[in-house]
């Protein structure tokens, strides 16, 4: 589906008022074939394939591509942002507590915003940035029983912390 948006590269770039570089071809490309990449994951795909390129010429490319909305970038907490070519659609993410894995997961609505609050406080809302987070069938596996799954929170909260909750930053 995002493959055949990106059959002409050069002529999305160009439709969207970008130079073309092998800089920016290669950055799509990556993305394109590794949906939910960081910057890091970007870099080393491209620095693969064109030799020589700066991290900074990565994040540039990375900042237009998502500034002319041709790549989106979403942030969950506690990630590195992460970018992908399915733009527009207004899908969401189920991503997993334990290994990170990030899963696209349809709009029932389709538009943004899909969810309305209850009480708007008159802003013009245009989004919501719906993440749902769980565990993976090959993490839930992993420590299937409760005990276990149980030692790896003890394991991953930091010393005289109690708080098991969620915390936001
Ligand atoms: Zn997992
Ligand atoms: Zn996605």
Redesign the pocket.
């Known amino acids: 589906m995002a493959i055949e948006a990106f059959a002409d590269p050069e002529a999305l770039l160009r439709q969207h008022g970008l130079q073309v570089t092998a800089q920016r071809l290669s950055v799509l490309r990556a993305v394109s074939r590794h949906p939910h990449s960081t910057t890091d994951d970007i870099y080393t795909v491209v620095r693969a394939e064109l030799g020589a390129i700066s991290r900074q010429a990565v994040y540039d490319a990375l900042a237009s591509l998502t500034d002319k909305r041709i790549l989106r970038r979403i942030q969950p907490a506690g990630s590195a942002a992460r970018y992908e070519t399915r733009v527009g659609d207004n899908h969401h993410h189920l991503i997993?507590?334990?290994?990170?894995?990030t899963v696209d997961v349809d709009c029932a609505a389709g538009y943004a915003p899909c969810l309305t609050p209850t009480d708007n406080s008159d802003f013009e809302i245009d989004e919501a940035e719906v993440t749902y987070w769980g565990?993976?069938?090959?993490?839930?596996a992993?420590t299937s029983s409760p005990s276990n799954t149980d030692d790896q929170h003890r394991r991953r909260t930091p010393e005289g912390t109690s708080d098991r909750g969620e915390g936001s930053t």
């Open positions: 997993c507590r334990g290994c990170g894995r565990i993976c069938p090959e993490c839930a992993a």
